[in-house]
C-alpha cells in the first residue's frame, strides 16, 4: 500500500480546523443565522429539558469543582472502570495539550497516523518533539496502513503514537485487536487512542476498560452530546499515565456549567440515542443521493464523509453561496476532498438542494461548452426548437427528484380547476398506437373511501407481517393516515383492448397498453408536484374489490390508487424507504449498460 513516512517541519502556528469563521461570513455578507454548518463533527440534536434546566440551575457565581467529582463518578458508572483513572478537561483538545507536555521532551520522536487531526502534531511540536506521519493514501480509500504502521513501531523509539479511532477526517477504523497487539509489543510507546467519534459508530470496539502503562483514551463530550461551546472531554488511563498531566493542568479549566451539563446530558442518554438514529437515517439517505448524482462518497460508519471533489475550496466555497458550510479537507493535506457532517432532514434536504444545484450548473456548462456549435447549426435551420434556458432544465430537474411518493397530508382542500388540469397533463402522455387506454375515477363519496380503507386495513396487515414491533407500527400509520388525510382520491384503470391504436406495437407487446397508463400517471403526479400538490400510490388494495366498489367495467384493470394533497412535511427529494434504511438506490451507472 502507497503510503508516506516522514518528519513535519516544525512551523508551529495556530490550527485550523472546522466550524463558523464570523469574520469570513462578514466579509462574504452572509448571515451566520441563515448557514446550516456541516464543517464540524457534531451530532444534530436539540438539548433536552434536563440539559438546559441544568445549565439555567448552575450556580456560576462560585468557583467549579476542579475535580469534577460528580462528573467523573457520572462517567465512572457509566463505563465501569474507578474514578481515579479519569482525567476530565476543556475539551479533548485541553487533554493533548495536557499529555504532549506531560509525556514529551525535547528530540522525542511521536508517531501520527494521518490524515488526521492536526493538534496531535501541534502540540507534539510545542513539547519540542519531532513528529513522523504515516500516511494513508487517496487512492486506496484512505485505508489505515497497518504495515507501514507496525513497520515505524518496530524501527524507530516513538514516546507517543496517536491514532484517531475511528479517524477524523476519514472515518477509517482500526480493530481493537490490532491495537493491542501494538499495545503489547511495543512497551516503551505511550498510546493515544483518541475515540473522540466512537459513539456515532457500531464497528469499532473501545479501549476504554483496559489498563496499561502505555495507554491513554480520550473522549469528547463535544461531539455526540452536542455540547462544543461548552468545551467537555476526558481521559481514561491508569493514574501513573495521569498524574503528571494532573500536575500541569490549569486550575478550574472545566467550568461549572459545562460539569453540569456533562452529567446531565449522560443522564438522559436515550435523548441521543434517538437522535443517533436518525442520524444513521439521514446518512443513508445522503450517500445514496449523492451516489444517485454522480458522486462517490467515501465509506464511513461515523457522523461524517469524506467526498472527493475536484477542487476542494472551490467546491466548499460554492456550498457556501449557497447556505451550506462544509470543510475543505487542504488543512489535512487533501486538496481533493471536502468533509460533510450528516445533519437532520432539514440540513439533507438543503445539502441536496445546493450541491445538485452546483453539479448540474457544471454539467451545463460543459455540455453548452461542447454542443454550442452543434445548437447553433440547428437552430439555425429551425426557428420552432425551443430555446430553454439553463435555470429552466435546473427546475425540471428539480421537478423529478421532489417526485416523490407522498404518505401524510394535510387536509385542505384543493383549488376547483386544479384535478382537470393534471388529469389533461395526464392525457399529453405517449401511448401506444394512440390508443389512450387511461380511465380516470374520482373517488369523493365518505362511504366509498371507508369501505376502500377498510380493504386497505386487511391487506395491510398481510402485507405488514414481514416487519417486526415499531416498524410495522410505523408502516401501517403512515400508509393509513394518507388515505385518510388527503383531501383527493383518484383510481387509475387502463381499458386493455381500447377501440382506438390498434397498431402494430400493440400487437407485438400488447403490454405497452398498460405502460402508457404509467406515463400518464407520471405526467399526472409531476403536473401536481409542479404546483406544490404531493401524490401517494396506493397499492395494497384488491383490484377485483376497487372496480366493484367504483362500479366500473370488470375489463378494466386497476393500475393506481392515488392520494392526492398538499404535503404534510417539507418536500423531499429522497423516497422514504430509503430515508428510513429499508431500501437504497442505486447509482445511475449500474442502471446503465452503454
Same mark, same amino acid.
Given at each position: 500500500?502507497?503510503?508516506?513516512?516522514?518528519?513535519?517541519?516544525?512551523?508551529?502556528?495556530?490550527?485550523?480546523?472546522?466550524?463558523?469563521?464570523?469574520?469570513?461570513?462578514?466579509?462574504?455578507?452572509?448571515?451566520?443565522?441563515?448557514?446550516?454548518?456541516?464543517?464540524?463533527?457534531?451530532?444534530?440534536?436539540?438539548?433536552? /429539558?434536563?440539559?438546559?434546566?441544568?445549565?439555567?440551575?448552575?450556580?456560576?457565581?462560585?468557583?467549579?469543582?476542579?475535580?469534577?467529582?460528580?462528573?467523573?463518578?457520572?462517567?465512572?458508572?457509566?463505563?465501569?472502570?474507578?474514578?481515579?483513572?479519569?482525567?476530565?478537561?476543556?475539551?479533548?483538545?485541553?487533554?493533548?495539550?495536557?499529555?504532549?507536555?506531560?509525556?514529551?521532551?525535547?528530540?522525542?520522536?511521536?508517531?501520527?497516523?494521518?490524515?488526521?487531526?492536526?493538534?496531535?502534531?501541534?502540540?507534539?511540536?510545542?513539547?519540542?518533539?519531532?513528529?513522523? /506521519?504515516?500516511?494513508?493514501?487517496?487512492?486506496?480509500?484512505?485505508?489505515?496502513?497497518?504495515?507501514?504502521?507496525?513497520?515505524?513501531?518496530?524501527?524507530?523509539?516513538?514516546?507517543?503514537?496517536?491514532?484517531?479511532?475511528?479517524?477524523?477526517?476519514?472515518?477509517?477504523?482500526?480493530?481493537?485487536?490490532?491495537?493491542?497487539?501494538?499495545?503489547?509489543?511495543?512497551?516503551?510507546?505511550?498510546?493515544?487512542?483518541?475515540?473522540?467519534?466512537?459513539?456515532?459508530?457500531?464497528?469499532?470496539?473501545?479501549?476504554?476498560?483496559?489498563?496499561?502503562?502505555?495507554?491513554?483514551?480520550?473522549?469528547?463530550?463535544?461531539?455526540?452530546?452536542?455540547?462544543?461551546?461548552?468545551?467537555?472531554?476526558?481521559?481514561?488511563?491508569?493514574?501513573?499515565?495521569?498524574?503528571?498531566?494532573?500536575?500541569?493542568?490549569?486550575?478550574?479549566?472545566?467550568?461549572?456549567?459545562?460539569?453540569?451539563?456533562?452529567?446531565?446530558?449522560?443522564?438522559?442518554?436515550?435523548?441521543?440515542?434517538?437522535?443517533?438514529?436518525?442520524?444513521?437515517?439521514?446518512?443513508?439517505?445522503?450517500?445514496?443521493?449523492?451516489?444517485?448524482?454522480?458522486?462517490?462518497?467515501?465509506?464511513?460508519?461515523?457522523?461524517?464523509?469524506?467526498?472527493?471533489? /475536484?477542487?476542494?475550496?472551490?467546491?466548499?466555497?460554492?456550498?457556501?453561496? #449557497?447556505?451550506?458550510?462544509?470543510?475543505?479537507?487542504?488543512?489535512?493535506?487533501?486538496?481533493?476532498?471536502?468533509?460533510?457532517?450528516?445533519?437532520?432532514?432539514?440540513?439533507?434536504?438543503?445539502?441536496?438542494?445546493?450541491?445538485?444545484?452546483?453539479?448540474?450548473?457544471?454539467?451545463?456548462?460543459?455540455?453548452?461548452?461542447?454542443?454550442?456549435?452543434?445548437?447553433?447549426?440547428?437552430?439555425?435551420?429551425?426557428?420552432?426548437?425551443?430555446?430553454?434556458?439553463?435555470?429552466?432544465?435546473?427546475?425540471?430537474?428539480?421537478?423529478?427528484?421532489?417526485?416523490?411518493?407522498?404518505?401524510?397530508?394535510?387536509?385542505?382542500?384543493?383549488?376547483?380547476?386544479?384535478?382537470?388540469?393534471?388529469?389533461?397533463?395526464?392525457?399529453?402522455?405517449?401511448?401506444? #398506437?394512440?390508443?389512450?387506454?387511461?380511465?380516470?375515477?374520482?373517488?369523493?363519496?365518505?362511504?366509498?373511501?371507508?369501505?376502500?380503507?377498510?380493504?386497505?386495513?386487511?391487506?395491510?396487515?398481510?402485507?405488514?407481517?414481514?416487519?417486526?414491533?415499531?416498524?410495522?407500527?410505523?408502516?401501517?400509520?403512515?400508509?393509513?393516515?394518507?388515505?385518510?388525510?388527503?383531501?383527493?382520491?383518484?383510481?387509475?384503470?387502463?381499458?386493455?383492448?381500447?377501440?382506438?391504436?390498434?397498431?402494430?406495437?400493440?400487437?407485438?407487446?400488447?403490454?405497452?397498453?398498460?405502460?402508457?397508463?404509467?406515463?400518464?400517471?407520471?405526467?399526472?403526479?409531476?403536473?401536481?408536484?409542479?404546483? #406544490?400538490?404531493?401524490?401517494?400510490?396506493?397499492?395494497?388494495?384488491?383490484?377485483?374489490?376497487?372496480?366493484?366498489?367504483?362500479?366500473?367495467?370488470?375489463?378494466?384493470?386497476?393500475?393506481?390508487?392515488?392520494?392526492?394533497?398538499?404535503?404534510?412535511?417539507?418536500?423531499?427529494?429522497?423516497?422514504?424507504?430509503?430515508?428510513? #434504511?429499508?431500501?437504497?438506490?442505486?447509482?445511475?451507472?449500474?442502471?446503465?449498460?452503454?
Amino acid at each position: 500500500m502507497t503510503h508516506s513516512s516522514q518528519p513535519r517541519r516544525q512551523h508551529i502556528h495556530e490550527a485550523y480546523h472546522g466550524g463558523i469563521d464570523h469574520g469570513e461570513l462578514e466579509t462574504r455578507g452572509i448571515d451566520p443565522q441563515s448557514l446550516v454548518d456541516l464543517s464540524s463533527n457534531i451530532l444534530f440534536v436539540e438539548p433536552p /429539558e434536563t440539559v438546559r434546566n441544568a445549565i439555567q440551575a448552575a450556580d456560576f457565581s462560585q468557583y467549579p469543582d476542579r475535580d469534577c467529582t460528580l462528573l467523573r463518578q457520572t462517567l465512572s458508572d457509566r463505563h465501569g472502570i474507578d474514578h481515579d483513572d479519569l482525567l476530565i478537561g476543556n475539551g479533548c483538545c485541553e487533554l493533548i495539550h495536557l499529555l504532549a507536555a506531560a509525556h514529551l521532551k525535547q528530540d522525542d520522536r511521536a508517531l501520527v497516523v494521518g490524515p488526521t487531526f492536526s493538534e496531535y502534531a501541534r502540540a507534539s511540536e510545542l513539547a519540542g518533539a519531532t513528529v513522523h /506521519e504515516v500516511r494513508a493514501a487517496a487512492q486506496h480509500g484512505f485505508a489505515v496502513p497497518i504495515d507501514a504502521i507496525e513497520g515505524e513501531l518496530q524501527s524507530d523509539d516513538y514516546a507517543i503514537a496517536w491514532i484517531c479511532n475511528p479517524n477524523n477526517p476519514t472515518g477509517q477504523s482500526l480493530s481493537a485487536a490490532v491495537l493491542k497487539r501494538w499495545i503489547d509489543r511495543h512497551a516503551q510507546t505511550l498510546f493515544a487512542i483518541d475515540e473522540s467519534y466512537i459513539d456515532f459508530t457500531e464497528a469499532t470496539e473501545s479501549l476504554i476498560e483496559q489498563r496499561h502503562n502505555n495507554l491513554i483514551v480520550l473522549r469528547s463530550m463535544t461531539k455526540f452530546y452536542a455540547l462544543a461551546g461548552l468545551r467537555l472531554g476526558y481521559a481514561v488511563a491508569s493514574p501513573g499515565v495521569l498524574e503528571p498531566m494532573r500536575a500541569r493542568r490549569l486550575p478550574w479549566s472545566v467550568n461549572a456549567i459545562a460539569q453540569v451539563a456533562g452529567v446531565a446530558a449522560l443522564q438522559t442518554q436515550s435523548h441521543y440515542d434517538e437522535a443517533l438514529d436518525r442520524m444513521r437515517a439521514q446518512r443513508t439517505r445522503l450517500i445514496g443521493e449523492l451516489q444517485r448524482h454522480g458522486f462517490s462518497p467515501l465509506p464511513t460508519d461515523t457522523g461524517f464523509f469524506l467526498l472527493p471533489v /475536484e477542487d476542494a475550496v472551490e467546491f466548499r466555497d460554492q456550498l457556501l453561496e #449557497g447556505g451550506i458550510l462544509v470543510r475543505a479537507c487542504s488543512s489535512f493535506g487533501i486538496d481533493k476532498h471536502v468533509r460533510i457532517a450528516v445533519g437532520n432532514q432539514t440540513a439533507t434536504n438543503r445539502l441536496l438542494k445546493v450541491v445538485v444545484r452546483s453539479a448540474n450548473a457544471t454539467k451545463d456548462k460543459a455540455r453548452a461548452a461542447n454542443e454550442r456549435s452543434d445548437r447553433g447549426a440547428i437552430n439555425d435551420h429551425d426557428d420552432h426548437v425551443p430555446h430553454w434556458d439553463d435555470s429552466f432544465r435546473e427546475q425540471l430537474f428539480e421537478l423529478f427528484r421532489m417526485r416523490r411518493d407522498v404518505r401524510r397530508f394535510r387536509t385542505d382542500p384543493l383549488p376547483a380547476d386544479s384535478m382537470a388540469r393534471w388529469i389533461e397533463a395526464a392525457c399529453l402522455a405517449p401511448s401506444v #398506437g394512440l390508443s389512450e387506454p387511461w380511465r380516470f375515477v374520482s373517488v369523493r363519496e365518505p362511504a366509498v373511501r371507508e369501505q376502500v380503507i377498510s380493504d386497505f386495513k386487511t391487506q395491510n396487515q398481510r402485507a405488514a407481517s414481514q416487519y417486526d414491533g415499531d416498524t410495522a407500527a410505523h408502516y401501517r400509520q403512515l400508509k393509513l393516515a394518507g388515505l385518510r388525510e388527503a383531501p383527493e382520491h383518484l383510481a387509475v384503470f387502463v381499458e386493455p383492448d381500447p377501440q382506438q391504436g390498434k397498431g402494430l406495437g400493440r400487437q407485438t407487446m400488447p403490454e405497452t397498453v398498460a405502460y402508457s397508463v404509467v406515463a400518464a400517471i407520471q405526467n399526472f403526479w409531476l403536473a401536481a408536484r409542479a404546483d #406544490g400538490v404531493g401524490v401517494g400510490w396506493v397499492s395494497i388494495l384488491r383490484p377485483e374489490h376497487i372496480n366493484q366498489l367504483l362500479d366500473v367495467s370488470p375489463d378494466w384493470q386497476l393500475i393506481a390508487y392515488l392520494c392526492v394533497g398538499y404535503p404534510l412535511e417539507d418536500d423531499q427529494a429522497t423516497p422514504e424507504l430509503e430515508r428510513l #434504511g429499508w431500501q437504497h438506490r442505486s447509482p445511475t451507472q449500474q442502471q446503465w449498460k452503454r
